[in-house]
């Protein structure tokens, strides 16, 4: 059994978006989810009434991420499905101080997916 491995650390979106979008997308094939993704950005389809834009683009770039790293170890790209997605949390981002404010705290997010021929 062959598997491609692709991974983000500390990518600027929302956990909560993150593991929503892993839900579905989890045991599909690879070409169905980019396609599906592509489609929520250009807003032609949602998840449940939202798009989460920001967190769709960067599940795209893992994808792709993903599918090269196929291509590179000689897996055939049409038979590839997903077989693990997660996110888990990031590193806290602190921003710089505004003026007499405390310092804002920023999301992240580590992604992991691994797709598998079959």
Not at 44 to 64: D, H, P, Q, R, W
Not at 87 to 116: C, M, N, Q, W
Request: charged share 35%; aromatic share 8%.
């Amino acid at each position: 059994m062959k598997v491609a491995i692709a991974r983000t650390k500390n990518s600027r979106i929302s956990l909560k978006h993150a593991k929503e979008i892993c839900k579905f997308l989890k045991n599909k094939r690879l070409s169905r989810a980019k396609k599906f993704l592509e489609d929520v950005l250009s807003q032609k389809v949602s998840y449940g009434g939202k798009y989460y834009t920001k967190a769709t683009k960067e599940f795209i770039s893992l994808l792709k991420s993903v599918e090269a790293n196929a291509k590179k170890k000689g897996l055939n790209v049409d038979k590839l499905f997903i077989k693990t997605i997660k996110a888990d949390k990031g590193e806290t981002i602190y921003l710089p101080k505004r003026a007499k404010f405390l310092p804002r705290r920023a999301k992240s997010t580590h992604l992991t997916v691994v797709v598998e021929e079959r």
